[in-house]
């Protein structure tokens, strides 16, 4: 059944103004029957360009965002956060955004001073700064390394942005840490490629200060056959990786929300109420926050297609992570 609110809502899909979240989500009624008929329909959608602009003309863009926002557990959050807590009244700054941001500054640090102290020789203890760093091309032991610090630093990233992670047993931080890993760094390496690289979108990080790229790759394993599909498999996907960050041009708290809602993404793992409660609880603040920057900050009238856009990360990122995995088993057991 549709859930009513007594506030005006936009639509994720079109932007249209609705007071009635259609399947769970901030759906209009058009973009909910438009979306209900095409499942019924024994014929394809058709798109000349497979990522038209946001909107209804294009039916087959239309109908694959929905399907999508519909996969997305973060939005369940936000269509169901009551009226008190989305108010302006009741959010009033972006300030657990920015403790976010600082944390994950950490976090950073961490792992580029880990990899660098690791590079025979070190660089320069001036050099040893995000500014400064020389990136070098990945190799398997160094990733190996740098993935096993970059775990250790998640860890470190839960307990200090969000205070009840504290209190959660080793194993359920563990399934949380790994679960966050695998997509979180598909993320994170094409927003950073995307500053660190601006006119080569062949390369993308496979750690924090190493690159991967389709040359690195001819040489990546020992034999010939793994490197070819990794070639491929970096020459098919790192153009797709960075456009996504080229057309959002991510703000700051956009990225940070992002990296928030994916660490609490884990609705199709198994964890007791309590810690599903906390998830839904942190969701909640972090969209709370970002539709303030949204209004007061950005002063965007429409943001709710925007917002879609963002959240669609999660689900993407989800994805990719499996397939990803699913190429390495692969290649491991060549």
């Known amino acids: 059944r549709p859930r009513e609110s007594r506030e005006k809502r936009l639509c994720l899909v079109c932007g249209g103004e609705t007071r009635v979240s259609h399947l769970g989500v901030d759906l209009c009624r058009a973009c909910a029957v438009f979306h209900r008929r095409s499942l019924t329909r024994s014929f394809t959608y058709r798109s000349r360009t497979a990522n038209c602009s946001t909107g209804c003309h294009c039916r087959k863009c239309r109908f ?24 302006e009244k009741a959010t009033t700054s972006t300030i657990f955004l920015s403790h976010l941001h600082e944390c994950y500054r950490v976090m950073c640090e961490t792992r580029l001073l880990s ?18 760093f020389i990136p070098i091309p990945a190799t398997p032991s160094a990733l190996n390394n740098a993935n096993i610090v970059f775990l250790s630093a998640i860890l470190n990233f839960g307990e200090r942005a969000f205070t009840e992670f504290s209190q959660f047993s080793k194993e359920e931080k563990w399934k949380i840490a790994t679960n966050f890993f695998h997509r979180f760094r598909l993320f994170e390496s094409g927003y950073r490629a995307e500053k660190k690289f601006p006119n080569d979108v062949m390369k993308s990080f496979g750690s924090y200060t190493m690159y991967v790229s389709e040359k690195v790759a001819e040489t990546f394993y020992q034999d010939e056959f793994s490197n070819k599909m990794m070639a491929e498999s970096l020459r098919n996907d790192l153009p797709a990786n960075r456009e996504r960050f080229r057309r959002l041009q991510l703000h700051n708290e956009e990225f940070i929300a992002v990296v928030a809602l994916m660490f609490w993404n884990f609705e199709e793992l198994e964890f007791t109420e309590d810690i599903m409660k906390i998830g839904r609880r942190n969701r909640e603040k972090v969209l709370a926050e970002l539709q303030f920057f949204y209004k007061h900050k950005k002063v965007l009238e429409d943001y709710s297609s925007r917002l879609g856009e963002l959240l669609l990360f999660i689900d993407i990122y989800s994805q990719l992570s499996r397939k990803l995995n699913n190429k390495f088993e692969m290649l491991n057991t060549n």
């Not at 926002?69 to 009551?82: G, I, M, N």
């Not at 025979?120 to 203890?125: D, G, Q, S, V």
């Open 115 to 132: 990899e660098l102290s690791a590079r025979t020789p070190p660089p320069h203890p001036l050099e040893m700064n995000d500014r400064d």
């Open 64 to 87: 694959v965002k929905i399907d999508r926002l519909l996969a997305v557990p973060a939005l369940k959050s936000l269509s169901t956060v009551p009226a008190r807590i989305v108010n």
